[in-house]
């Protein structure tokens, strides 16, 4: 088996601080590779040296069959990247951008032509082609630089964030892309992202990362296993002595939650249930509310760190905030 | 050569884009060719007031250095625009691109150069039309003078930029040089009736040669120093700012 991507024991530092803590992982050709982890966990970083912008301090990176830190210049022929950040010329149009990226890479006359019309028409950009990127929206940049790091066709491709702060739409949209240029042209793409059902959605394998470290690798379904149950989240009115991790021989794990719930890890929650009502009533608690899933990529993070991954929005913050004032009262 | 074109073509189209800007630059040095210029031209308009001057009239003299004047700030600003490249995330386009980095900043600076000369040329073609003793042979080599102030200032203002990480510094650094080395280099009045002191820094003022030359070329004034040595200062500067540009851009990492 030939990898796409072959890192072993990665160290990046910044300065005293050390931002990527010896990391190892392969990314097999024509797959989707992703790197799950909060913001500050280190992917970016791991991204910027795997496409030559970073060096590393220790350990080695081979993308397509060549060291990043001796082979610079054959890494960049074969890869593309959408950086977390736009990076697109705000002044120039969509087309223009496009055309530099061409003649940088080589094209040029009707070959790039060509290549611009259909890449612009597969992010459904075309008619938007003369418009100067500073009128586009968020989405549309996006686009655009998806587009653009796919026109010189690369072998691989790097996505840092590709649907950041984009609203639920686009991003659908985005993923669709993502999904057809590894089923058109079966292509490896590394992707980093800290939303779950990104990962969920589009990867076939999956890194979680956290300070610096790969916590966990494996499909979707590898990593829910080590969590190895359902999680049930109960809300009950609080007691005097405030709230308490109930304790039962059906009840693996119990942890309560910032927002004032109590999480429960159950070998099956269906079962579980019931006896759950009879705990409560026994112990003269009264359950407000009860939820329950199959773990998510979600509890397997907090499962390992004991933090969640979550990227809390406004509106979930702002709750808990309520819940909390209403707690204290 | 590729990526020194499209470097050259990238900042064409930039340019083109913002004409509004342009042409919004443009207005300083006519304010200074007419309001300061004409101004001046009325009290030097005594017999023998041209022996000052060179054999010529104030407005003929003052020309070749207001277009040095424009074509350093335009540079300057320039080079030092990269910083949004760096800000707005081009930079990172570029170094990951397979191509050399060195040409694409050589690409970039020249680019700059090229549209500076540009707006030499409109001051210069709204000169002949005010300035009467102006050398129509003169032009083309007045140009190239400014060329290589322009490589050599828009190298200086990528050098600086790549330094700072924001546009605040900018304001200070332009108001703390562009003033004084303008004055130093006797674009208004002779080096050679300055005090000593001013001389001393007029000298080494990269500016006064660049206003020497062309003053020659433009207005046929005796040069103050050799021909040789305007050409020379102002290739060597060129060549020593390009060196340093591109070495900072070689070593440029995206952090
Ligand atoms: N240029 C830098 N200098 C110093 N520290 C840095 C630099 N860039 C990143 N870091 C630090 O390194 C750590 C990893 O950063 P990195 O950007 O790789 O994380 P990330 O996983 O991409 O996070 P995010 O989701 O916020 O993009 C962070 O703690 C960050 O503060
Ligand atoms: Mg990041």
Redesign the pocket.
Known sequence: MTYAIEVENLVKK??D?T??KGISFKVRNGEIFAFL??????????VHVLTTLLKPNAGTATVAGHDVVREPMEVRRKIGIVF?DPSTDRELTAYENMYIHGRIYGYSGNELREKIEMMLKFVELWEFKDRPVKFFSGGMQRRLEIARSLLHEPEILFL??PTIGLDPQTRAHIWEYIRAMKEEHSMTIFL?T?YMDEAEQLADRIAI?DY?KIIAEGTADDLKKLVGNDVIYVRMEEPEEGIKCLNAEFIRGCRIMPDGRVRLDVQNASEAMPKLFELAQKNGLRILEVTYHRPTLNDVFLHLTGREIRDEGGEQKVARMIMRARMRR | MRIFSTMIYREMKRFMRSRARVLGSLINPIIWLVLFGKGWAGAFNFPGASMIFGGVDYMTYLVPGIVAMTVFNMSFIQGITIIWDKQFGFIKEILVAPASRGEAILGRITGGAIMVMIQGVIILALSFLIASGLKLSGVLPALALSFLVGLAVAGMGVAIAMRMSSMEGFQMIMTMIMLPMTFLSGAFYPVKTMPEWMQWLAKVNPLTYAVDGSRYYLAGVAPTFSLTTDWLVLAGLAALFMGIAVIEFRRATI?
């Open positions: 910044y300065g601080f931002a990527v982890g909060p913001n500050g966990a280190g992917k970016t970083t791991t977390q840092d964030e980093t800290h990362m610096g | 952090d």
